[in-house]
């Protein structure tokens, strides 16, 4: 069973910054890509960052600059710095997970239970 579990959220005002972590736990053999997305009320689930296992980065356009994902490999953990956060980022973000369960396992994508975050104006 895997688990993905997130921390960080929280109340802020705007011009503030928070910092969400998501580790995930259980029976993994390997995680590709991991990510976050957000989802406000009334709004689709959006990508927000992702990043893959190598490294490698996107965004959405409406946090470059302000937003930093990382990922931290021997503890199967992915952060995402918020910086200079805008009412306009006020949702429920959610970590994902791309990984395999086994070395013969297709891949599947895990999903955390979401953490609140809320920027005052």
């Known amino acids: 069973q895997v688990q993905l579990v997130e921390s960080g959220g929280g109340l802020v005002q705007a011009g503030g910054s928070l910092r969400l972590s998501c580790a995930a736990s259980?029976?993994?053999?390997?995680?590709?890509?991991m990510g976050w997305y957000r989802q406000a009320p009334g709004k689709q689930r959006e990508l927000v960052a992702a990043i893959t296992s190598g490294g490698s980065t996107n965004y959405a356009d409406s946090v470059k600059g302000r937003f930093t994902i990382s990922r931290d490999n021997a503890k199967n953990t992915v952060y995402l710095q918020m910086n200079s956060l805008k009412p306009d980022d006020t949702a429920v973000y959610y970590c994902?997970?791309?990984?395999?369960?086994?070395?013969?396992?297709?891949?599947?994508?895990?999903w955390g239970q979401g953490t609140q975050v809320t920027v005052s104006s």
């Open positions: 994902n997970a791309g990984l395999m369960v086994g070395p013969m396992t297709p891949g599947a994508d895990y």
């Open positions: 259980g029976s993994i053999f390997s995680i590709a890509a």
